[in-house]
């Protein structure tokens, strides 16, 4: 078409009635006949000119899959891949892409259970429990977190098919009840999502390097080494390493034993993003990874093998991994933002940046996927002839965190990473949430523990707490409790305008508008200096008309000197 209007341009102009008066009327009619036959073949209309009709009725929602060969190869922009995983992360599953699991729970791949089919082929409470990704994860937009009426139910996928009737659906449990039968999560956001898993990962590294040079020095020593546990000024307690390369890990605080930081779900108990789409996608959409049920198996009895395959997967890693990072959104309303400036020195003053650290530094902003520490059947560094690697600081969408001299980059999540006491009002889980680590603590992590809530983006993801019990900001902070006590009493006991300010300060950590260029907004800002720029216009404007005046009055004075009998 374009071709076809730049060519008709060049063509010297014919008048329509000439034009039309060199045609014979058996050309015209060829000429509308090979137009309709065109318009047919093209339209799948009619199948009999050689051309493919067009699909009809019902299709997969996932046309095409990705290939981890293509990837490796460098066959793949990042572009693309971003663009297969959003595509991916709001698809709409359904049976034909493979979505549903009749014959397995959310936890294997041998059939435990007799397959469930329509119109028992989802469960809210074990699962399939979802169609889509975003579903769960589009407060306030694709990406973020959930309401209270997508909460889920971790760890309840080990039962077959939950109907509280003590069956076999409950595993023949009749004392199964909903406080019972998994533990109660709200969704949270995923913004940012890279950093955190990349500060998880260097802060792994840092915390084995400690634990390796007291193994070797105890070796070498031939007594035993007790060394401090502490990567970017956390301090994750201590262990002692003996001669025999045993390590006590007793004093171990806030981290598995395995010294791995798994900066993920509420428990702190997931290692990478990749670990998160692999168990999700099969947990709540019946989504099989490749990966972790085998290629060409077909796992959940569903009559479709290789679901998603290791490249989808990777691909809702990237897309997950650059979402934007949350920041900073102040009022313009003058008294708002005093209010919000002094709510974050009291935030600082009464200790709660202490766990909530308003920066992390990343050394190396560089993702790369995949994850060194992922578990048993998720894809490994063996598993790709190199890593894909991307700079958080200026790939993606944006707007990017900045470098700074050596290359690094403050991360201001407000997180430590690491799980707390946070006392017996948010001690509310009756079970154990399961360590996802082989060889674990079998009896779970202890239900008055929480991985610090990462505070960006926070006020823009209402309910708040674990369980999305929280409707305002003050509610989630009089919940503190434990290591957490010192800095609730402190905040109680402030004036009510002390309070309000800290609740301000909080609010305005969002995530950003989706056409924002920078990670701060602040309109204030922006009209001081509007107004002042007004005001220099005016004053040169001001100048510009005084000089005018100026010249015209000398003039006139210069005309009536002259001329005195002259009017004006």
Request: aromatic share 8%; proline share 6%; charged share 20%.
């Amino acid at each position: 078409m374009v071709t076809f209007l730049s060519n008709h341009k060049l063509r010297p102009k014919i008048h329509r009635s000439s034009y039309f008066s060199n045609l014979s009327l058996t050309t015209v009619f060829a000429f509308i006949l090979l137009m309709t036959l065109t318009i047919n073949c093209a339209s799948g209309i009619n199948d009999s000119y050689g051309v493919k009709n067009s699909p009809i009725g019902d299709q997969p929602t996932v046309g095409k899959h990705v290939s981890q060969i293509a990837i490796d190869s460098g066959n793949i922009e990042l572009d693309q891949l971003i663009e297969h995983g959003s595509l991916l992360f709001s698809a709409q599953f359904n049976s034909l892409d493979g979505a549903g699991r009749p014959e397995t729970t959310g936890v294997g791949d041998s059939p435990f259970r007799s397959p469930r089919v329509m119109p028992d082929n989802f469960n809210r409470i074990s699962g399939p429990d979802a169609n889509a990704c975003v579903a769960c994860h589009n407060v306030p937009v694709v990406g973020g977190g959930g309401d209270n009426v997508t909460n889920v139910f971790v760890d309840s996928e080990v039962h077959p098919f939950v109907n509280f009737d003590g069956g076999e659906g409950d595993g023949f449990d009749d004392a199964l009840t909903l406080k019972t039968v998994g533990v109660e999560r709200n969704s949270v956001g995923l913004f940012g999502a890279g950093f955190i898993e990349m500060l998880a990962r260097e802060m792994t590294f840092d915390l084995h390097k400690i634990r390796d040079d007291a193994i070797n020095k105890a070796r070498s020593s031939g007594s035993d080494i007790e060394v401090k546990l502490i990567t970017k000024d956390v301090d994750f307690g201590k262990i002692t390493a003996r001669p025999d390369g045993t390590i006590d890990t007793s004093f171990i605080d806030g981290v598995d034993d395995d010294l791995i930081i798994k900066p993920f779900q509420q428990k702190g108990v997931i290692v990478s993003l990749r670990e998160f789409a692999v168990k999700a996608t099969n947990n709540h959409h019946g989504m099989q990874a490749s990966e972790r049920f085998r290629d060409g198996i077909d796992a959940d009895g569903d009559g479709m093998a290789d679901e998603l395959t290791r490249g989808d997967i990777t691909a809702l890693v990237v897309f997950m991994a650059t979402l934007p990072v949350p920041g900073s959104v102040l009022s313009n309303d003058p008294y708002v933002r005093t209010a919000s400036v002094h709510g974050e020195t009291i935030f600082n003053e009464i200790g709660c940046n202490t766990c909530h650290k308003p920066y992390l530094r990343l050394d190396n902003p560089i993702f790369t996927e995949p994850n060194p520490f992922n578990p048993p059947g998720k894809l490994k560094l063996s598993d790709v002839s190199a890593p894909f690697a991307i700079d958080l600081t200026q790939e993606g969408p944006g707007p990017f965190l900045k470098k700074d001299d050596q290359g690094g980059v403050l991360v201001p999540a407000f997180t430590d990473l690491k799980r707390h006491d946070m006392g017996p009002a948010l001690d509310t889980d009756e079970i154990r949430q399961k360590r996802q680590i082989p060889g674990g603590d079998q009896l779970g992590i202890a239900t008055e523990e929480w991985l610090t809530r990462k505070l960006w983006g926070v006020a823009s993801e209402p309910p708040f707490l674990h369980h999305g019990r929280a409707t305002l900001i003050s509610e989630a902070i009089l919940l503190h409790g434990g290591e957490a006590e010192q800095q609730r009493v402190a905040f109680e006991n402030l004036s009510e305008y002390d309070q309000a300010a800290v609740v301000e300060f909080i609010k305005t950590l969002q995530i950003l508008p989706e056409d924002s260029n920078t990670t701060i907004i602040d309109p204030g800002s922006s009209s001081k200096k509007l107004k002042k720029a007004g005001s220099v216009t005016l004053s040169i404007l001001g100048g510009i008309l005084g000089g005018v005046f100026f010249v015209l009055t000398v003039a006139v004075g210069l005309i009536l000197y002259r001329n005195p009998a002259r009017k004006i």
